[in-house]
């Protein structure tokens, strides 16, 4: 898995397994992701398709949500493996790196295509500039 750490290479399998749940009748594009907290656990994802399109979720804030309700607090995110079940990568949509961004900004981030070949990336190098909370703080 192109030198990948351990760890990077276990949130691999796992964003790989849990594309197996992928629910995804419209688009038949399968999604699973794989989020580590800093407690050591991982949090499986899977994209969620609805037959009302625009509700749909993806794989990478399933995760996500998963981890916070079950305690992950902002900066406990260390990485991130997403899983596509095509030649080309689930770069995540902008959407799910502005939601990441909330919970942490300097991680890794793994992509895997359906041979097993992986691409590394960071949330801060995908996500230049999110929104920032302090932009909030001028609102009256
Ligand atoms: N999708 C994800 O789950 N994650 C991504 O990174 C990109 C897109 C899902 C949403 C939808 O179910 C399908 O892929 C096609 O857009």
């Given at each position: 898995m192109n030198n990948l750490s351990k760890e990077l290479q276990e949130l691999v399998s796992e964003a790989l397994k849990a594309r197996?749940?992928?629910?995804?009748?419209?688009?038949?594009f399968r999604v699973g992701a794989a989020i580590k907290t800093k407690s050591g656990k991982i949090y499986q994802g899977a994209n969620i398709e609805n037959?009302?399109?625009?509700?749909t979720m993806c794989a990478e804030r399933v995760a996500t949500f998963r981890a916070i309700m079950d305690g992950a607090k902002p900066g406990d995110i260390v990485g991130l493996a997403i899983a596509s079940d095509t030649e080309g990568f689930a770069s995540p949509c902008g959407a799910c790196r502005q939601v990441l961004s909330e919970f942490a900004i300097d991680f890794p981030i793994v992509l895997v295509n359906k041979d097993g070949v992986t691409e590394e990336h960071t949330l801060s190098e995908l996500l230049p500039l999110p929104f920032y909370a302090e932009s909030l703080l001028a609102a009256k």
């Open positions: 197996d749940f992928s629910y995804s009748p419209y688009s038949k037959r009302s399109y625009g509700l």
